[in-house]
């Protein structure tokens, strides 16, 4: 256990958020009073944190606009999945041995408490990933994860690589992760884009990660909507109170 390394956060920005149907980029709309990026931005506004990036794509000027100061902008020009977008951070971050908490930009209702709640999870495990898991009753269309009967993670799987079985698990990782820089950036290059979208996927690190080795850990969220991401108008609908 380590609990003096330095923590640093990227929030993955560049989404088109097509499945919105309108001309505003979606991490703009606003959500109690302000864009839904606002929200995440200000949730790594902690001590623990010293420094944030921003990897945008979509909209990237009107996002930074509405962000203001206080993160370092990284443009993920072609927006091939989760996993390339952190992928544009490595330049940046290649020297860089502490922890890097790496959110999505479409949760708004996530905490500072929760955030740190997670880098205190992981500083006392010591693991190379820690991730947050909840239970939806009927789970959106995120990652579902497989343990053991031991109760051990063994593999995060896509819905859309999912079997029937694994479908109707309720548990699901919702992409807000902690890993340890130096171990997790370098496997990055071992995520492919072997799925129906020829995306390259970040839940995919985790069972890259425990190919090598590696020990993962969940931090688990009672309540779900505090780490809903926003990804239609009908998310978007129930995130304002109105379905």
């Known amino acids: 256990m380590n609990t003096k390394r330095n923590v640093r956060a990227v929030i993955l920005a560049a989404g088109k958020g097509t499945r919105m149907r309108g001309t505003k980029p979606k991490l703009l709309i606003e959500v109690e009073?302000?864009?839904?990026?606002?929200?995440?931005?200000?949730?790594?506004?902690?001590?623990?944190?010293?420094?944030?990036?921003l990897v945008v794509g979509s909209g990237a000027e009107k996002i930074k606009k509405a962000v203001g100061t206080g993160c370092e902008f990284v443009v993920q020009e072609k927006q091939l999945g989760t996993g390339h977008a952190l992928m544009q951070t490595r330049r940046l971050l290649r020297n860089?041995?502490?922890?890097?908490?790496?959110?999505?930009?479409?949760?708004p209702f996530l905490t500072s408490r929760l955030v740190r709640r997670l880098i205190k999870r992981h500083r006392k495990s010591g693991v190379a990933a820690t991730f947050l898991a909840t239970k939806y009753a009927e789970p959106p269309p995120y990652g579902r994860i497989i343990r053991n009967t031991a109760?051990?993670?063994?593999?995060?799987?896509e819905e859309n690589q999912c079997t029937s079985e694994q479908k109707c698990i309720k548990e699901v990782?919702?992409?807000?992760?902690?890993?340890?820089?130096?171990i997790v950036l370098p496997l990055l290059s071992e995520?492919?884009?072997?799925?129906?979208?020829?995306?390259?996927y970040l839940t995919d690190i985790i069972p890259i990660l425990i190919h090598h080795g590696h020990e993962v850990d969940t931090?688990?969220?009672?309540?779900?909507?505090?780490?809903?991401?926003?990804?239609d108008a009908r998310d978007l609908r129930w995130a304002m109170g109105k379905s």
């Open 33 to 53: 009073g302000k864009p839904i990026i606002a929200h995440v931005v200000d949730v790594c506004r902690i001590p623990e944190i010293e420094e944030t990036y």
């Open 96 to 107: 860089y041995r502490g922890d890097l908490v790496v959110l999505v930009g479409d949760s």
């Open 173 to 182: 990782g919702t992409s807000h992760y902690c890993f340890r820089a130096e």
């Open 219 to 231: 931090v688990k969220v009672n309540d779900p909507r505090s780490v809903f991401g926003i990804n």
């Open 191 to 200: 995520i492919r884009d072997d799925n129906p979208k020829h995306e390259y």
């Open 151 to 157: 109760g051990k993670v063994i593999d995060v799987k």
